[in-house]
């Protein structure tokens, strides 16, 4: 069982629209979370960080976290075709030296 | 100038050559990271460092080498490319467990 799963898509969904990205993680001992986004061919940009139950606003994104689930998703309102990437997932380790990356959901925005 | 520098951008090496890939930060973080990625694998972790005589092996450490020559700089060798070792290779900082990575603009390895 790998320690972070996410769905990898495509995702597509028309401009406007809300974008829901799922991950799930095995480890319960887990404390902090993070999703990221990446262009094609370019390096991961951290978007989101979590760390309690519950929802978590920044813009027109939402990080929503369920330990007892262990499952941590984001949600885009508003889509635009700028939000057009990969999102990868990324919990941290047990000792919390590491974190493990989900292998990315690709969304595209269609305008 | 980027937090987080790394050279060479893009490589192209013989299969059993000797080549280095290097990180160096600004960012005054302690903890540095190398990570690689490929299509459908994600990114894997192979080498990380706490500290310049901390070194830590990762979970594909198998063919990578790595030194810590001080806080800022943390390079990856690859002893003997190999093929599959063809991939996208990036480095990464960080103050701690609670706080994200900052990623390098990353290089792109090719072994033929």
Known sequence: QKEVEQNSGPLSVPEGAIASLN???????????FWYRQYSGKSPELIMSIYSNGDKEDGRFTAQLNKAS?????????????DSATYLCAVTSNTGNQFYFGTGTSLTVIP | DADV????RNRITKTGKRIMLECSQTKGHDRMY???????????LIYYSFDVKDINKGEISDGYSVSRQAQAK??????????????LYFCATSQGGNYGYTFGSGTRLTVV
Do not use: H, K, M
């Not at chain 1, 991950?23 to 979370?33: A, E, G, I, K, N």
């Not at chain 2, 190398?34 to 894997?44: A, C, E, N, S, V």
């Not at chain 2, 943390?74 to 991939?87: D, M, R």
């Open chain 1, 23 to 33: 991950c799930t993680y095995s480890d319960r001992v887990s404390q902090s979370f």
């Open chain 2, 74 to 87: 943390f390079s990856l060798s690859l002893e003997s490319a190999i093929p599959n070792q063809t991939a």
């Open chain 2, 34 to 44: 190398w990570y690689r990625q490929d299509p459908g694998l994600g990114l894997r």
């Open chain 2, 5 to 8: 520098t790394q050279t060479p």
């Open chain 1, 70 to 82: 262990q499952y941590v998703s984001l949600l885009i309102r508003d889509s635009q075709p700028s």
